[in-house]
């Protein structure tokens, strides 16, 4: 108790940095793959704190790795800080307001993830200096969250081969242990060649790729029916062909993310999308290949360190927001709907409380919501390391997910709160694995027994290379 407390001394004592860290993010905000000036951010840090940095991890540009310490075990702290697109806002504003500029904004408070973990994994740091205790903490920056399945890559590469337990968190409206569910998913995407002709002299000689993908379409909605019903498919056109609607389009491409519950459902889902495009292409002689784009597995969840996590948070206690917070965290409830609100409490298993605007509890570990369908790299470092997460509360209860409210939020004194909380319980849990080798001994033997009957296979082969161009067709 005495240890865990000056742990999060260690974190309150360096939280001004790191909330302008998180807030210098927010304001340049970046794409997957093109966080540049954040990653470079995020490096500086590192070194100001006295990290040994690697940089480009697994040839990833944006990606860098801190480590601390010596010999003895090796705790992983997680973090991001890609923006999305569409999703500029005004800092603090409770109306729809975009910036000046190409638009992209921090929908998914990924400012905060990647300065939260950095401020975890510097406490540590500076814990294991104050008591000259054997042990290694790294601070692993990951670009690339949204979509670019960047952590797949990174432990395809290797880079967690020698990690012991890895630790990581994701702004929410309440703070709780996160529950271990999310989807496993692939974006492939599908190109159908054909002929051009001229669509009204002479159709008879065209070959429409454009009608093939239309036809796949057709197909994979009538599959809907006849799968699992947690299992998700969206698709997007990446080519339609061309403007002209007097040319029989020669060329068509469509991105599918298909999403299952796990690695064999998913597996079993892909071969039947490809079945149907193979199918499509039949039917209008035209030619179709396809390409892997990304791919990410389901989380495992890991009992031994949720405990542990959620020891921690029950020590500490809810977030300690104030009126003022309530106040301005009200502003944009009363930009939500009713049914916003509650879809949050049901996600994580409370009965609704209204009028109740920002977090004041600990979810309990037992509680549990309506299971993520979502998906997020986080889930292949699940399986090849034992991971545990939290859920930060940084934000209104009913704020949806990449919002024009979440990004609005982004630099709130609540958001910093937020932060720095979830950065005490992350150093808390990673202190406790350090304190006491039975705890990463417990939870490696947790990962070796839900992954006995399934070994991991990663949805990513080996010839799938990240895709460092995805953004410039989202900018
Ligand atoms: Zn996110």
């Known amino acids: 108790m005495q240890n865990t407390e000056e742990i999060w001394r260690l974190a309150d004592a360096k939280k001004p940095e790191f909330e302008a860290l998180s807030d210098r993010v927010w304001g340049m905000p970046e794409l997957a793959y093109t966080e540049t000036r954040s990653c470079a951010e995020h490096t ?16 990833i540009p944006t990606a860098v790795m801190g480590e601390a310490g010596e010999g003895g075990p090796v705790i992983a702290i997680l973090g991001e800080y890609d923006a999305l697109p569409g999703l500029s806002q005004e800092a603090g504003v409770a109306e729809p307001r975009p910036l000046p500029g190409p638009g992209f904004g921090h ?3 990924h400012n905060l993830l990647g300065s939260a973990s950095l401020l975890a994994a510097t406490a540590v740091k500076d814990w294991l200096a104050a008591n000259g205790l054997p042990g290694r903490v790294r601070y692993y920056g990951c670009p690339a969250e949204e979509g670019g399945a960047a952590k797949g890559f990174m432990v395809r590469d290797g880079a967690f081969k020698d990690v012991d337990i890895a630790i990581s968190w ?8 996160q529950e271990a569910v999310s989807l496993a998913n692939t974006r492939i995407d599908f190109s159908f060649v054909g ?9 008879h000689l065209g070959r429409s790729a454009l009608d093939a993908v239309e036809l796949m379409n057709v197909g994979v909605n009538y599959m809907r029916e006849h799968m699992p019903s947690d299992a998700r498919i969206h698709y997007a056109y990446l080519d339609a062909g061309g403007v002209a609607p007097n040319v029989v389009q020669p060329t068509a491409k469509v991105r599918y993310l298909i999403r299952a519950r796990d690695l064999v459902e998913l597996r079993r889902l892909i071969e039947r999308v490809r079945k149907i495009a193979d199918g499509a292409a039949l039917m209008t002689e035209t030619k179709v290949s396809s390409k892997v ?9 890991n009992t031994p360190l949720e405990r542990a996590m959620q020891s921690n948070l029950d020590r500490l206690g809810p977030p300690p927001f104030d009126d003022l917070d309530r106040a301005r965290a009200a502003e944009f409830q009363a930009t939500l709907t009713e049914e916003d609100i509650a879809a949050s409490w049901r996600r994580i298993g409370l009965p609704m409380r209204k009028g109740v605007s920002l977090c004041d509890v600990v979810v309990p570990l037992e509680v549990r919501g309506a299971p993520m369908m979502g998906s997020t790299d986080v889930g292949d470092v699940s399986w090849v390391v034992p991971t545990v997460q939290a859920r930060g509360s940084t934000y ?23 932060m720095v909380h979830v950065a005490k319980v992350m150093a808390g849990t990673a202190i406790d694995c350090l304190r006491d080798p039975a705890l990463i001994e417990a939870a490696k033997a947790d990962l070796a ?18 895709p460092f161009d995805m953004s410039v067709t989202a900018a």
């Open 396 to 418: 209104a209860i009913g704020t949806p997910g990449h919002s024009w409210q979440l990004t609005a939020q982004g630099k709130l004194p609540a958001a910093h709160k937020g």
């Open 293 to 301: 784009v990304s791919g990410v597995s389901n989380l495992l969840g």
């Open 170 to 177: 994701h702004p929410a409206a309440f703070a709780a242990v």
């Open 195 to 203: 002929r051009a002709s001229h669509a009204a002299a002479a159709p």
């Open 107 to 109: 929908g998914c408070g």
């Open 44 to 59: 500086a840090m590192l070194r100001e704190q006295g990290f040994r940095v690697t940089e480009k991890v697994a040839g």
């Open 449 to 466: 027994a839900r992954t006995a009957a399934n070994p991991y296979e990663p949805v990513l082969s080996p010839d799938v290379q990240p």
